[in-house]
């Protein structure tokens, strides 16, 4: 069997392992709260009756590892409940439809992944292009002015960078919505620009690292005798980065993208909650709030499977460009 | 559209101006290789600079305010930001100088190979520091006083709606703004330290305890963390303090996410206190305090401790930041550091909308940015002083 495609199913299964793991955490984590489901949801009518009739209607009498594994079975078949929000609702008004938590996650989650993918495409070869620069240019000016500034965005908390765009962009200058008024049927042109704003933000939040990472791992291998001979062959500085170092140092490149895609996954919580964009992060605070469990659970199992997934991606990719890896002897 | 419009002809005329300056200076020099031999792209960046230079002074001396009074916010807020960094570099130098003069050999010497930035940055947190331990002394009233004067415009001019008594304005409710602002670098700063102290207390202990003993316990202790850290942290620390709250609640509160934060963070610390832990732990100097008969915890704070400061006191930085970011995200959200204690996160939130009003009355809008500003000068100055001393402990010249 070719080997890295063992490396590469090994690590698919690690990566399974640990989400099961970390599905019995987060389960555990939240069955520690006093009360459950059937007294959150009969609230002040809370009988022992009516409390005993819902607990086995729901299952809740039966022991802590059995509910995990129907828990996590009903999770594995897309069927992530139905929020407390909801049932009192159903409850107190008798509405007929019941929203589950797919229902209220699935629009949301394509709005969350429609951001984190508009700021990719702009931070990524923004970050990878501001590396190469400051590499060719490196203790410069200029590439002083980008350490300054990339320190500067990556320590500034996720609020105080979006309130400065939405203060330069939004208020001073109307180019932008400060507001993400993003509606059902919503055109892609006005979709693209009601995300700019909390994308520009979120570009600034993760350039910094990756830009940082890109100069350092160039500036690692231009001491290389290979580069030098490159040099001395008479090859412009620009050409020797682009088509000699950078080829090579696609490993930990590649590795930080993949990283920072996945702080991506955590930094969308505050943006949204800022620019009060409809996405999964902004649902989970909301719940966080009501303490409405159910949907608390399935926004920490996506956000925990992103994150997962994208770390995976990332341990894969790194393989993958490594040749030494890939032919091994 | 115009504006892009506006912009692509800037662009031109800079690219222009890029070619017309090296192609002045290799007439006027004479062809030296200098400009000879400029790339194109040098060049550019060169003009760019110059017109973005140019461009700033421009409108650092238009007027602050048009013929009828309405002030022009774009040249205020400009103003404002020039004058804080032209402040700043000053300060930062001053008190190089003051370093390079006053003290100990040592010292000096030290302050003699500071760059200004590191410079900035240990003068940001003595002024933080001496503002957290004597809050009460400079603040001018409580944190959780409330005063009938609601909605104060900062500034202090009673013609644009200012009082004298509150400088800086009032929130909402009516408490002082300067004052919640001051303690909040005695409760936000503070907490965020205490928490860090509790990660590393608790990390690092137990990091240097699995690469002393090995074996399961490392075994165990790593598997676990492993596990933990697979959660994207903002995350975790929203769900524990989720079932947190249906426990607690006010100041309880606090304390829980200090303890959840502290938790959360200790196992970054591990990772690394093991890592560092376990160069150490084959040295000869460890074998032979073993063969000694020394005890465990000898061997930990007497043996490893000491060789691992260096690298634990930069993790000792950079966490703090993470740990004040985290913190201060989590009170922006509301689920942070409860009333009635001030916080800088709770601020922000609470005086963001006044930031839609900074077309016509910038002073309003800047009380929101204050406070953000608070947050980021302090992770912006403790990170440019972690850059500096791993630069320097790396003994890096390229």
């Known amino acids: 069997m070719n080997p890295v495609l063992t490396i590469i199913l090994q690590r698919l299964a690690l990566g399974l392992l640990t989400l099961l793991i970390v599905s019995f955490v987060i389960f555990t984590a939240v069955n520690m709260l006093p009360g459950d489901f059937a007294e959150a949801l009969l609230g002040q009518s809370a009988t022992p009756e009516a409390v005993a009739a819902i607990r086995k209607d729901l299952n809740l009498d039966q022991p802590f590892f059995v509910r995990y594994f129907s828990w996590l079975g009903a999770m594995l078949t897309g069927d992530l409940g139905v929020s407390y929000a909801q049932l009192n609702f159903q409850s107190n008004m008798g509405a007929s439809t019941l929203k589950t938590?797919?229902?209220?996650?699935?629009?949301?989650?394509?709005?969350?992944?429609?951001?984190?993918?508009?700021?990719?495409?702009?931070?990524?070869?923004?970050?990878?292009?501001?590396?190469?620069?400051?590499?060719?240019?490196?203790?410069?000016?200029?590439?002083?002015?980008?350490?300054?500034?990339?320190?500067?965005?990556?320590?500034?908390?996720?609020?105080?960078?979006?309130?400065?765009?939405?203060?330069?962009?939004?208020?001073?200058?109307?180019?932008?919505?400060?507001?993400?008024?993003?509606?059902?049927?919503?055109?892609?042109?006005?979709?693209?620009?009601?995300?700019?704003?909390?994308?520009?933000?979120?570009t600034l939040v993760v350039t910094a690292h990756m830009m940082r990472m890109t100069r350092a791992a160039i500036i690692s291998l231009l001491a290389s005798p290979y580069i030098e001979m490159a040099r001395l062959k008479g090859i412009s500085p620009l050409r020797v980065i682009v088509k000699h170092a950078l080829p090579n140092a696609w490993a930990p490149i590649?590795?930080?993208?993949?990283?920072?895609?996945?702080?991506?996954?955590?930094?969308?919580?505050?943006?949204?909650?800022?620019?009060?964009?409809?996405?999964?992060?902004?649902?989970?605070?909301?719940?966080?709030?009501?303490?409405?469990?159910?949907?608390?659970?399935?926004?920490?199992?996506?956000?925990a499977g992103a994150y997962i997934l994208l770390n995976l991606a990332a341990d894969i990719l790194s393989i993958m460009t490594n040749p030494r890896l890939r032919h091994p002897k | 559209m115009?504006?892009?419009?506006?912009?692509?002809?800037?662009?031109?005329?800079?690219?222009?101006?890029?070619?017309?300056?090296?192609?002045?200076?290799?007439?006027?020099?004479?062809?030296?290789?200098?400009?000879?031999?400029?790339?194109?792209?040098?060049?550019?960046?060169?003009?760019?600079?110059?017109?973005?230079?140019?461009?700033?002074?421009?409108?650092?001396?238009?007027?602050?305010?048009?013929?009828a009074g309405v002030p022009r916010a774009s040249v205020v807020f400009w103003r404002w930001a020039v004058h804080f960094l032209i402040v700043a570099a000053i300060a930062a130098f001053i008190f190089r100088l003051l370093g390079r003069a006053v003290g100990t050999q040592a010292s000096r010497k030290i302050f003699r190979q500071m760059p200004l930035t590191?410079?900035?940055?240990?003068?940001?947190?003595?002024?933080?520091?001496?503002?957290?331990?004597?809050?009460?002394?400079?603040?001018?009233?409580?944190q959780d006083q409330v005063f009938s004067a609601a909605n104060v415009v900062p500034g202090g001019d009673p013609?644009?709606?200012?009082?004298?008594?509150?400088?800086?304005?009032?929130?909402?409710?009516?408490?002082?703004?300067?004052?919640?602002?001051?303690?909040?670098?005695?409760?936000?700063?503070?907490?965020?330290?205490?928490?860090?102290?509790?990660?590393?207390?608790?990390?690092?202990?137990?990091?240097?305890?699995?690469?002393?003993l090995r074996g399961w316990v490392d075994q165990l202790l790593s598997r676990a963390v492993d596990v933990l850290m697979a959660i994207p942290s903002?995350?975790?620390?929203?769900?524990?303090?989720?079932?947190?709250?249906?426990?607690?609640?006010?100041?309880?509160?606090?304390?829980?996410?200090?303890?959840?934060?502290?938790?959360?963070?200790?196992?970054?610390?591990?990772?690394?206190?093991?890592?560092?832990?376990?160069?150490?732990?084959?040295?000869?100097?460890?074998?032979?305090?073993?063969?000694?008969?020394?005890?465990?915890?000898?061997?930990?704070?007497?043996?490893?401790?000491p060789n691992a400061t260096a690298p634990l006191l930069a993790e000792f930085g950079l966490r703090f930041c993470f740990v004040f970011l985290t913190i201060s995200a989590l009170s922006f959200l509301g689920l942070g550091i409860q009333p009635p204690l001030a916080d800088w996160g709770t601020m922000v939130k609470d005086l963001s909308a006044f930031i839609n009003y900074a077309a016509f009355a910038p002073q309003i809008a800047a009380s929101p940015l204050l406070a953000a500003g608070a947050i980021a000068l302090l992770t912006v100055a403790v990170n440019f002083v972690v850059d500096w001393m791993l630069h320097r402990s790396s003994g890096l010249k390229e």
């Not at chain 1, 200029?142 to 500034?156: Q, R, W």
């Open chain 2, 159 to 212: 013609a644009l709606g200012g009082n004298p008594d509150f400088p800086l304005g009032t929130d909402q409710i009516g408490r002082d703004i300067l004052s919640r602002l001051i303690y909040g670098a005695q409760n936000t700063v503070g907490i965020a330290f205490a928490t860090t102290l509790l990660a590393f207390v608790l990390g690092g202990s137990l990091g240097f305890l699995a690469a002393t």
């Open chain 1, 254 to 303: 590649i590795n930080v993208i993949a990283l920072n895609l996945a702080y991506l996954i955590t930094g969308v919580v505050v943006v949204e909650v800022v620019f009060n964009y409809p996405g999964i992060g902004q649902l989970f605070v909301d719940a966080v709030k009501n303490r409405d469990i159910p949907v608390v659970q399935a926004c920490c199992l996506i956000f």
């Open chain 1, 101 to 202: 938590v797919a229902d209220q996650i699935a629009p949301r989650f394509a709005n969350t992944m429609f951001l984190a993918g508009v700021t990719a495409c702009i931070a990524v070869p923004f970050a990878v292009t501001l590396g190469v620069l400051a590499a060719l240019y490196r203790n410069s000016v200029f590439d002083k002015g980008v350490n300054i500034a990339t320190l500067t965005s990556i320590s500034s908390p996720e609020f105080f960078l979006a309130y400065i765009l939405v203060l330069f962009l939004a208020v001073l200058n109307p180019l932008l919505p400060s507001i993400a008024n993003i509606y059902q049927g919503i055109s892609f042109q006005d979709r693209l620009v009601a995300t700019l704003l909390p994308a520009l933000t979120l």
């Open chain 2, 118 to 142: 590191a410079a900035f940055g240990i003068l940001v947190i003595l002024i933080y520091g001496f503002a957290a331990v004597f809050a009460g002394l400079i603040a001018p009233y409580g």
């Open chain 2, 234 to 305: 903002l995350i975790f620390s929203l769900l524990l303090i989720t079932v947190a709250s249906a426990w607690v609640s006010g100041t309880g509160l606090t304390i829980a996410m200090i303890v959840i934060i502290a938790v959360i963070d200790a196992t970054r610390v591990f990772r690394l206190a093991r890592a560092v832990g376990m160069n150490i732990v084959v040295m000869d100097y460890i074998e032979a305090a073993k063969l000694r008969g020394e005890g465990l915890g000898y061997l930990i704070f007497k043996e490893i401790l």
């Open chain 2, 2 to 67: 115009n504006t892009l419009l506006w912009i692509i002809v800037a662009l031109a005329v800079v690219a222009a101006l890029g070619w017309a300056f090296r192609f002045a200076g290799q007439m006027v020099t004479g062809n030296k290789p200098y400009f000879r031999d400029m790339p194109y792209a040098v060049s550019f960046g060169f003009a760019l600079g110059a017109a973005l230079f140019v461009g700033g002074v421009w409108l650092y001396l238009q007027p602050p305010a048009n013929e």
